[in-house]
T-cell receptor, first 114, second 113 residues
Framework: DAGVTQSPTHLIKTRGQQVTLRCSPK?????VSWYQQALGQGPQFIFQ???????QRGNFPDRFSGHQFPNYSSELNVNALLLGDSALYLC?????????????FGNGTRLTVT | LAKTTQPISMDSYEGQEVNITCSHN???????ITWYQQFPSQGPRFIIQ???TKVTNEVASLFIPADRKSSTLSLPRVSLSDTAVYYC??????????????FGKGTRLSVIA
């Protein structure tokens, strides 16, 4: 049973560029959440997708956008990259209709902006 | 969303029991408590979850007093491989996996041989 998979594992981009990160949820999960984790900090919530719609959003600018596909996989897009966007981007999946469904995280995409 | 407070770091010797306490004074009636473990360059991993009293699984125990204003994660007989960051979170029981769980800075546990 595959867990959460994310691609790519590492990425180097230049300031001002755009990036797309991908996530496949754990089998059977229908909800995907994205987090940004800076070095030495806890993960910060970006947004959550359920039934192909953005359900909730954290305190991130509109440069951060996402999408969820019918197969529940998801993409995170970041436009006009800033140096401060360098971080580990984590995807987590869960069951949208189950109480107390724990988050299952992938191992993230390490984004470096130069 | 209830805010949590944990010690920044803890040290322990191998074989000892480790107790990490989390304070969540503003926890709401509908909030449950979840603990995650994170190793370097990996995503957090679910450890245990509870609402009140005591919960035990094959990895850890979670103790929650009656007022639920704090909780304690207990790791029995830790080994070097338990060296990691441990996060305590609270979330709305009725919003389940749809709640944007708020992570703090966690507790960095270092296990020493």
């Amino acid at each position: 049973d595959a867990g959460v998979t994310q691609s790519p594992t590492h990425l180097i981009k230049t300031r001002g560029q755009q990036v797309t990160l991908r996530c496949s949820p754990k089998s059977g999960h229908d909800t995907v959440s994205w987090y940004q984790q800076a070095l030495g900090q806890g993960p910060q919530f970006i947004f959550q997708y359920y039934e192909e719609e953005e359900r909730q959003r954290g305190n991130f600018p509109d440069r951060f956008s996402g999408h969820q596909f019918p197969n529940y996989s998801s993409e995170l897009n970041v436009n006009a990259l800033l140096l401060g966007d360098s971080a580990l981007y984590l995807c987590a999946s869960s069951l949208g209709r189950v109480y107390n469904s724990p988050l299952h995280f992938g191992n993230g995409t390490r984004l470096t902006v130069t | 969303l209830a805010k949590t407070t944990q010690p920044i770091s803890m040290d322990s010797y191998e074989g000892q029991e480790v107790n990490i306490t989390c304070s969540h004074n503003n926890i709401a009636t509908n909030d449950y408590i979840t603990w995650y473990q994170q190793f370097p360059s990996q995503g957090p991993r679910f450890i245990i979850q509870g609402y009140k009293t005591k919960v035990t699984n094959e990895v850890a125990s979670l103790f929650i007093p009656a007022d639920r204003k704090s909780s304690t994660l207990s790791l029995p007989r830790v080994s070097l491989s338990d060296t990691a960051v441990y996060y305590c979170l609270v979330g709305d029981i009725y919003n389940s996996g749809n709640t944007p769980l708020v992570f703090g800075k966690g507790t960095r546990l270092s296990v020493i041989a």
